[in-house]
């Protein structure tokens, strides 16, 4: 048999085509080839527009932190591994050794554990208070505290912080606000509207929407702050892969009927559930009998989110009753699918809380949040009245 003529590895040019591709292409290269040094130093030196390395950034990360810019007021905005990588972006591209950072005391779980574990390591103060409480949070402050970080909404009590308040405060002494808008997204509120400085998002969750990614995205007020987020992050290797990134982008285009439908389900799902007999009750932020009611009704413009939260009457037996006789529903710790999900934080996200803690948050054995998705409204009273009936009879 004949050898096969020898060549170079150089792959065959991409196939001209007159009509162009609806899609956003999807470009794994992790290198891109430059034509001399001179063009290279061009590149580096912001002369030149390119990409050379993918962890230094590559187009579909690009197109997709435009988009999530576009959607929160920011520009420059950029897209990392996880929502943690995100978090990480900020801490460590803002903080140094000798400062303080002030938390929310009802982050997400692995914030906290970021602020309880990682930062202290580093020489980085931290400690928390109440964001519903912008005293509670003025008297925390600290002369060397460089940046507050909160949510707008916690997880999974639903309280609403006073993130107008407190970006005054920061505004004040000079404080950067980091905001975790993950869960509340840019349809319920835009914390730079409300003199946030920076924004971070879990784009795993309802942004991408689908169960099916894990990235982060980060923005900052200041270019100068986005510019040593971004330094730090490239040094870090934060950065995300280009699959995810696409996969993502073709999540967004679907965001907002996503995020409309699931809502006006989860505020029919809350009325609906609270007057069952077994209930305890339900925490929804557009219900007038929630602590943060009146907030939420100006902060969020009357949106109350895709989450609700109930407890039920009983213990571990009503609770494993619930989740095995809601058999439609992924029992998943994880928010944001298009899929309506149920956790249960007292095993899951806050089991690492003394069960005292827990008590003092409202989180005992009987509390569940679900993260209602886009199904048909009546099929999801149906089977959660079915769940509640079960726990009850357990
Ligand atoms: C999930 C989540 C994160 C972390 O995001 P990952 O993509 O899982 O790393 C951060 N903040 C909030 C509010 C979240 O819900």
Not at 167 to 183: K, P, Q, W, Y
Not at 245 to 267: I, K, P, V
């Amino acid at each position: 048999m004949a050898d096969t003529p020898k060549t170079l590895v150089r792959r065959t040019p991409w196939p001209v085509s007159s009509s162009r591709a609806v899609v956003t292409p999807l470009q794994p290269s992790v290198v891109y080839a430059s034509a001399s040094p001179d063009a290279l130093d061009d590149q580096y030196e912001g002369r030149a527009q390119g990409y050379t390395y993918a962890r230094e950034g590559h187009p579909n990360a690009d197109v997709l932190a435009q988009k999530i810019d576009g959607m929160e007021g920011a520009s420059g905005g950029f897209i990392l591994g996880s929502g943690m990588a995100a978090v990480t972006a900020a801490m460590l591209g803002c903080l140094k050794s000798g400062d303080h950072v002030l938390g929310g005391d009802q982050l997400y779980g692995r914030s906290m554990r970021m602020m309880a574990n990682e930062l202290p390591r580093l020489g980085i103060e931290t400690s928390l208070a109440d964001p519903t409480d912008v005293a509670a949070m003025a008297a925390a402050l600290r002369p060397n505290t460089r940046m507050i970080l909160i949510e707008v909404v916690s997880n999974p009590t639903l309280r609403v912080a006073d993130l107008t308040g407190i970006a005054a405060l920061a505004r004040d002494r000079g404080i950067l606000l980091a905001v975790d808008n993950t869960f509340t997204t840019p349809r319920g509120v835009r914390p730079f509207d409300h003199g946030a400085d920076i924004v971070i998002h879990s784009v795993t969750k309802l942004l991408a929407g689908h169960s099916d990614v894990t990235l982060g995205y980060v923005a900052a007020r200041d270019p100068e702050v986005g510019a040593e987020m971004l330094g730090t992050s490239v040094t870090l290797g934060l950065t995300p892969s280009p699959f995810d990134c696409w996969l993502a982008e073709r999540g967004l285009y679907s965001f907002e009927l996503r995020y409309d439908r699931a809502e006006e389900n989860a505020a029919a799902l809350a009325d609906a559930i609270a007057p069952l007999p077994g209930v305890k009750r339900v925490l929804y932020p557009m219900r007038s009998d929630h602590p943060d009611h009146n907030r939420a009704v100006h902060l969020l413009n009357g949106r109350g989110g895709a989450m609700v939260t109930f407890e039920i009457e009983g213990g571990r037996t009503q609770t494993n009753a619930l989740v095995q006789a809601a058999e439609n529903i992924a029992f998943a710790p994880t928010l944001g699918d298009i899929g309506t999900t149920l956790s249960h934080p007292a095993t899951s996200s806050h089991r690492a809380l003394s069960p005292e803690r827990r008590a003092a948050l409202g989180l005992g054995e009987g509390v569940f949040r679900v993260s209602v998705g886009v199904e048909p409204i009546d099929l999801l009273i149906e089977e959660f009245t079915k769940a509640i009936s079960a726990a009850k009879h357990a």
